[in-house]
Structures are given as structure tokens and as C-alpha cells.
């Protein structure tokens, strides 16, 4: 069973700063099915990256995901006021569907 | 627009059993899976298990099979995810999610809270 180890715990920025969140497979994740999702304060996560590096539908081009094999990474090239959330990875695409713990991304 | 749509908010004793609703709208139900997960208070994501309405088939994960049961009805578009034998333990939020055409999660329900107190 694979598991997914994201660091940091938590990332203490200011706006227009840049952001690098990692993330790192125990096993090597097929096909490079590994997505990041956002998650505020009392709402779901929202889908921003899957297959490492496509953007999903409506987000903006400053979040971009990349990687492959076991190493994972999600940068905000520029950080925007409501970038400020709690970032998961997930491997998909296996019997298993492991998360991240999460990164807490605040100012 | 695609829509997952969830029922409100649960309060149970220990031991009862507890069935959460996720309606769809906008895209045909049965061709895509749909995923159960688990956020306790405070805490990161956890997988619980898919159903594909298409076939009714489903698979969960080892930490929650035989307690968790996840249907469908095709004519209400709509999933069903049921626990039994609750506990503190089970106080959470639950989404449904739907797991789109390159296998991402691409749509969420807003999430329904369920509460286990005596």
C-alpha cells in the first residue's frame, strides 16, 4: 500500500510569494495518476492538478503541478489572498486511493 | 452544470446505522464511478470506496468493509453510502466525489455531517 508524505506541514507566506509543496510516493504512482486538491475552511476540496500536471477545468495558470516516479510538486508561482488553504495530494487510478496529510498553506 | 447534491446533517446514538444521499445532476449517472470519503474534525482525507452505478459494483477500503454499504438507484441519479455500528469514532464529514474521465475526482457534494453522541 502505497503512502503519500507531504511536506511541509504547514507553509507560512505572504501574497505574491511563491509556493512549493511536495509530495512523495512510497511506490513509484502509475501513470503519473496523482492529484492536488484545495481545501478552505468549511468547504469541500476543490480539484486543481491531476495526472501530475493538467490543470483542471477553471483554474488559474499560477497553480501548476509536476513530477513523475515517487516526487511530486504543486507551485503557486504567485500567491494570490485566497490561495491560502490546505493542499492534498492522492494517487488514484489503484485499488487503494491513499491521501497526503495535507499542507497548510497560511500568511 | 454538474452537480453532486448530499443530504443534511446526521445526529445518531452509538451502535445505530447511518444512510447519506448524493444526488446528481447535469452529466449521465451511471458512466462514471462515484467515490466515499471521510474528513474527521481537524483531520486530512480518507478513502472509503467507490460504487460503479453502472454495474453496481463496489469496493471498499479493508478499514471500513463490513460496515460500510454503498447503492445506487439509476432513475433518482442518486449514490447511497450507509454505516452501521457507529461510534464516536465515525463523527466526520462525508463527500461524495466523482471520478472523472482520466480517473481524477473531479466533482464534490458540499458534504454532510454526521454526529455520534449518546
Redesign the interface.
Known amino acids: 500500500e502505497s503512502v503519500l508524505t507531504q511536506s511541509p506541514g504547514t507553509l507560512s507566506l505572504s501574497p505574491g510569494e511563491r509556493a512549493t509543496l511536495s509530495c512523495r510516493a512510497s511506490q513509484s504512482v502509475s501513470n503519473n495518476f496523482l492529484a492536488w486538491y484545495q481545501q478552505k475552511p468549511g468547504q469541500a476540496p476543490r480539484l486543481l492538478i491531476y495526472d501530475a500536471s493538467s490543470r483542471a477545468t477553471g483554474i488559474p495558470d499560477r497553480f501548476s503541478g509536476s513530477g513523475s516516479g515517487t516526487d511530486f510538486t504543486l507551485t503557486i508561482s504567485r500567491l494570490e489572498p485566497e490561495d491560502f488553504a490546505v493542499y492534498y495530494c492522492q494517487q488514484y487510478g489503484t485499488s487503494l486511493l491513499p491521501f497526503g496529510q495535507g499542507t497548510k498553506l497560511e500568511i | 452544470q454538474v452537480q453532486l447534491v448530499q443530504s443534511g446533517a446526521e445526529m445518531k446514538k452509538p451502535g445505530a446505522s447511518v444512510k447519506v444521499s448524493c444526488k446528481t445532476s447535469g452529466y449521465t449517472f451511471s458512466d462514471y464511478y462515484m467515490?466515499w470519503v471521510r474528513q474527521a474534525p481537524g483531520q486530512?482525507?480518507?478513502?472509503m470506496g467507490?460504487i460503479n452505478p453502472m454495474i453496481d459494483v463496489t469496493?471498499y477500503?479493508?478499514k471500513f468493509q463490513g460496515r460500510v454499504t454503498l447503492t445506487r438507484d439509476r432513475s433518482f441519479r442518486t449514490a447511497y453510502w450507509e454505516l452501521s455500528g457507529l461510534s464516536s469514532d465515525d463523527s466526520a464529514m462525508y463527500?461524495c466525489?466523482r471520478?472523472?474521465t482520466?480517473?481524477?475526482?473531479?466533482y464534490?457534494?458540499?458534504?454532510t455531517l454526521v454526529t455520534v453522541s449518546s
Do not use: K, M
Open positions: 467515490h486530512g482525507l480518507e478513502w467507490w469496493n477500503a479493508r463527500y466525489a471520478e472523472g482520466s480517473q481524477e475526482w473531479d464534490w457534494g458540499q458534504g
